[in-house]
C-alpha cells in the first residue's frame, strides 16, 4: 500500500513582472508556474486547488468569513519511514505457536505446629480455684 504525505501552500494573489509577459493573465500564469514548478523539483505532485472559507477577526468583536485558495501537493513517503499502525503490526507479526504445557513444580507444604494445651505455657500459671 502507497502512503503520501501532503502539503498545502496559499495560492499566490499577486503576478511577479517578467521580461515578455504583458498582460496580468500571462503574469499570474507565470506566478503560478514557477510556484509549481519549484514544490516539483523537490518531489510535489500538485493534486488541485481548493478554496476554503477561513473565519478572521474584524475589529474588536466581530468575524466575518473570508475564502482562501489553496493548492494541494502530495509526494510518497519512503518504505523506511512507513508510520507503522496497530494493523500493519498485527500483519507483520509471526503466526500464534502452540505450546505444549509445562509440568507444575511440586507444592511444597509448609511444616504444621502442634497447638500447645491451655495452660502449658510457664510464664503464664494456671489460675487456681479457692477453697471454701
Known amino acids: 500500500m502507497t502512503q ?19 498582460t496580468s493573465e500571462e503574469r ?4 503560478l508556474q514557477t510556484a509549481m514548478n519549484e514544490l516539483g523539483a523537490q518531489g510535489w505532485e500538485y493534486q488541485r486547488t481548493d478554496t476554503l472559507p477561513c473565519e478572521e477577526r474584524s475589529g474588536f468583536t466581530k468575524r466575518v468569513t473570508t475564502f482562501q485558495n ?13 508510520v507503522e499502525t496497530p494493523v500493519a503490526r498485527m500483519m507483520q507479526a509471526p503466526p500464534a505457536t502452540i505450546e505444549t504445557p509445562k509440568a ?14 491451655l495452660g502449658s505455657d510457664p510464664a503464664r500459671p494456671e489460675p487456681q480455684v479457692a477453697a471454701e
Open 4 to 22: 503520501y504525505e501532503y502539503k498545502v501552500v496559499p495560492a499566490p494573489k499577486t503576478s511577479v513582472k517578467a521580461k515578455g509577459l504583458k
Open 28 to 31: 499570474f500564469a507565470h506566478t
Open 70 to 82: 489553496m493548492l494541494v501537493f502530495r509526494r510518497t513517503i519512503a518504505t523506511a519511514a512507513v
Open 104 to 117: 507444575e513444580a511440586p507444592k511444597i507444604e509448609a511444616p504444621k505446629v502442634a497447638a500447645k494445651p
